[in-house]
T-cell receptor
Framework: LAKTTQPISMDSYEGQEVNITCSHN???????ITWYQQFPSQGPRFIIQ???TKVTNEVASLFIPADRKSSTLSLPRVSLSDTAVYYC?????????FGRGTSLIVHP | DAGVTQSPTHLIKTRGQHVTLRCSPI?????VSWYQQVLGQGPQFIFQ???????GRGNFPDRFSARQFPNYSSELNVNALLLGDSALYLC????????????FGPGTRLTVL
């Protein structure tokens, strides 16, 4: 199984850029990297997905180095509403494995 | 368009009882996956169904079973409930067999007393 490792928690302030890194040393050749956001008592919400290099959408950017053993989710100019748990997911042998996620707290 | 729906929202059962949770995927999605999320942990994969067939199974005991219906909705059944089964049960759907991009429902909060 592809295992992911993320920091347990991070703190930031409104307006700052936040970068959350996930390591996935055993990623398979055909695996994509997907990031989700989860608020308490809700289901995870898809943020962004990538395979290599850089992907950007209206809410985030995803940076993936050439060896694909890690990825970095970048949230520009966070607000209080970005306080949530963020998960990176690598599918791995058709068994999607979520780690414990990164609890991001954004302070005023 | 409606997202993934799950019922019931909350459920309280006692040890040894049986429970059935229901999920309706996004219209057009043929794959449904079930996850268990214990407080403070990430979602743990239980099952994936695609075109009414089981396509993946996580490390859960046989007390857990599921099925998918011709309209692609799904049920998760848990028998002989244990206290440790208390969790948020999440259903996710996606268009095909590939589970890379999943759309999650709000979950069913199961409490076992």
């Amino acid at each position: 199984l592809a295992k992911t490792t993320q920091p347990i928690s991070m703190d930031s302030y409104e307006g700052q850029e936040v970068n959350i890194t996930c390591s996935h040393n055993n990623i398979a050749t055909n695996d994509y990297i997907t990031w989700y956001q989860q608020f308490p008592s809700q289901g995870p919400r898809f943020i962004i997905q990538g395979y290599k290099t850089k992907v950007t959408n209206e809410v985030a950017s995803l940076f993936i180095p050439a060896d694909r053993k890690s990825s970095t989710l970048s949230l520009p100019r966070v607000s209080l509403s970005d306080t949530a748990v963020y998960y990176c997911l690598v599918k791995g042998s058709y068994i999607p494995t979520f780690g414990r996620g990164t609890s991001l707290i954004v302070h005023p | 368009d409606a997202g993934v729906t799950q019922s019931p929202t909350h459920l309280i059962k006692t040890r040894g009882q049986h429970v059935t949770l229901r999920c309706s995927p996004i219209s057009g999605h043929k794959s449904v996956s079930w996850y268990q999320q214990v407080l403070g942990q990430g979602p743990q994969f239980i099952f994936q169904y695609y075109e009414k067939e089981e396509r993946g199974r996580g490390n859960f005991p046989d007390r857990f079973s599921a099925r998918q219906f011709p309209n692609y909705s799904s049920e998760l059944n848990v028998n002989a409930l244990l206290l440790g089964d208390s969790a948020l049960y999440l259903c996710a759907s996606n268009t095909g067999y590939d589970t890379d991009t999943q759309y999650f429902g709000p979950g069913t909060r199961l409490t076992v007393l």
